[in-house]
C-alpha cells in the first residue's frame, strides 16, 4: 500500500518555516528554553486549532494520543503547565509576524491590480473572562477585545489584522493601518473621520461609506435616477466643514450621495468620492460589507477563538493570531483539492481527519481498512 502523510502533517507543509525561524531568531523566542520551542508551541497551537479543541490539558492529551506521529510531524508532547507558560511569556510579534507574511503572500498570489481591489475594513468584539480586566476591561464587570480586519472579499482573505482592548476606536487603529493607493475601501460608520477619510482621498483611495443621519450635505448637482430601483437619490454635494466645533474638515472635495432603500424600507445614505461610477456600482460595493461579517462569524464558531486558553494579553494575541493562519492555511489547502467545494465542510473534514494518514484529496473517501499483520495475530491467539 502506498504511503500517505497525516493531514495534519499536509497542512504543516504550507507553513513558510523559513519566516517563523526568521521570527524566532530576531526576537529571540528560543532563548533559555529547554524543552518546548518556540516552533512547537506554534504546531501544538495550530493542531488546537485544527482539531477544534478548547483547553490546554485537552491539547497535551490530544498530543500524548498521536505520539507516533508526532516525529514525522516535526512536533512532540506538551504538558498543560509549559504550553501555559509558553503563552504567556513567549513573544506574540513570532505568531503576529509569522500571520504577517502568510496574509502577503496570499495577497501577493491574487496578482490582482491595486485599480481593481477592494478592501472591506470593520472589527468585532471578543468577549474575555474577568480574569483578563487588567488589560482588558471595558467597563465595570465586563472584559473584552477586538480583533479589527481588513478583508479582501475577492480572494476571501484577510490582509490586515490587529487586537486591541475592546474600549480602543475603531478609527484609531484605521488611522495606523497601510493605504494601498488606488484601492477601493468600504468601511461602516465605525470610521467617521473625515481626516482619515481626505487621507485616503489624498492616496486616490476609492471609499465607500455611510452617512450619518443628521450630517448636513451642500448640494450642487443631483444625478437622474432609473424608475423601479432602490436608489432614492444620487446627489453631489460637499460635507460641512466642521465635523465636530474644534476640528475643521480637511476634505474638501465634492462628495456624491446615495439615498438607498433595503428591503426592509431603511433609507440608508451611502457616500463616495467616486463622481462617475453608476450608482448600482457603488451601491453594490457597500452591500459587500457583509462578506467581513461573515468571515467573522466564520472564525468566531469555526476556528472556536471565543474560548481561550490564557488570561494574559500575549496569550490571547498568540491565540487569535493562529487561529487566522489556521484560516489561511485552511484556505491554501482548499485550493489544492477539488472533491470538496465547501470551506466549512473541507474545514470539518480536516478536523476529523487531522491524524489520519490519507491524501488531503481524499477526504470523503472512507479510509481504508486497517490490514492485520498475521504473525502479530497468531501471537494473539497463542497468548489466550
Known amino acids: 500500500m502506498r504511503h500517505h502523510n497525516t493531514v495534519f502533517h499536509t497542512v504543516l507543509k504550507l507553513v513558510p518555516w523559513q519566516a517563523l525561524d526568521r521570527l524566532v531568531e530576531q526576537t529571540k523566542a528560543n532563548k533559555k528554553v529547554r524543552r518546548l520551542s518556540t516552533q512547537n508551541q506554534f504546531v501544538a497551537l ?20 498521536h505520539a507516533s506521529k508526532l516525529y514525522h510531524l516535526g512536533a512532540c508532547e506538551v504538558s498543560r503547565s509549559t504550553l501555559s507558560d509558553a503563552n504567556a511569556l513567549r513573544p506574540c510579534a513570532v505568531f503576529t509576524g509569522l500571520l504577517a507574511e502568510l496574509m502577503g503572500r496570499c495577497e501577493r498570489a ?37 480583533l479589527h480586519i481588513v478583508y479582501n472579499p475577492d480572494s476571501a482573505r484577510p490582509s490586515f489584522a490587529a487586537v486591541t482592548p475592546a474600549n480602543v476606536n475603531d478609527i484609531t487603529v484605521a488611522k495606523a493601518m497601510p493605504i494601498k493607493p488606488g484601492a477601493t475601501y468600504v468601511f461602516d460608520l465605525g470610521y467617521y473621520d473625515y481626516g482619515w477619510w481626505a487621507k ?14 443628521n450630517t448636513p450635505l451642500t448640494v450642487v448637482a443631483e444625478n437622474p435616477v432609473p ?11 460637499h460635507l460641512p466643514a466642521r465635523q465636530a466645533r474644534s476640528r475643521q474638515n480637511p476634505f474638501h472635495d ?18 463616495s468620492n467616486d463622481l462617475d461610477a453608476p450608482a448600482d456600482e457603488i451601491a453594490a460595493l457597500y452591500k459587500r460589507r457583509w462578506q467581513i461579517e461573515l468571515f467573522f462569524r466564520w472564525v468566531k464558531h ?11 494579553e500575549n496569550a490571547v494575541r498568540i491565540q487569535i493570531a493562529v487561529a487566522l493562519i489556521a484560516f489561511l492555511l485552511l484556505r491554501m489547502a482548499h485550493s489544492l483539492q477539488n472533491s ?39 501471537f494473539s491467539l497463542c497468548k489466550t
Open 340 to 378: 470538496v467545494h465547501s470551506l466549512l465542510t473541507f474545514a470539518r473534514l480536516v478536523s476529523q481527519n487531522l491524524m489520519h494518514r490519507r491524501p488531503i484529496q481524499r477526504l470523503l473517501e472512507p479510509p481504508p481498512p486497517v490490514s492485520e499483520n498475521p504473525h502479530q495475530l497468531s
Open 110 to 146: 491574487t496578482g490582482r491590480r491595486l485599480a481593481d481591489a477592494v478592501y472591506l475594513i470593520d472589527s468585532t468584539g471578543i468577549r474575555l473572562s474577568s480574569l483578563s480586566a487588567e488589560w482588558a476591561q471595558f467597563c465595570a464587570g465586563v472584559s473584552g477585545a477586538k
Open 302 to 312: 469555526t476556528l472556536k477563538i471565543r474560548h481561550f486558553y490564557g488570561t494574559s
Open 46 to 65: 495550530l493542531y488546537a486549532q485544527l482539531a477544534g479543541i478548547e483547553s490546554l490539558r485537552a491539547i497535551a492529551a490530544g498530543l500524548a494520543s
Open 227 to 237: 424608475a423601479g430601483c432602490a436608489i432614492v437619490s444620487d446627489r453631489i454635494g
Open 254 to 271: 465634492p462628495v456624491r450621495e446615495l439615498r438607498v432603500r433595503t428591503e426592509t424600507g431603511k433609507i440608508l445614505r451611502i457616500v
Open 200 to 213: 485616503l482621498n489624498d492616496a486616490g483611495c476609492r471609499i465607500v461609506t455611510r452617512l450619518k443621519v
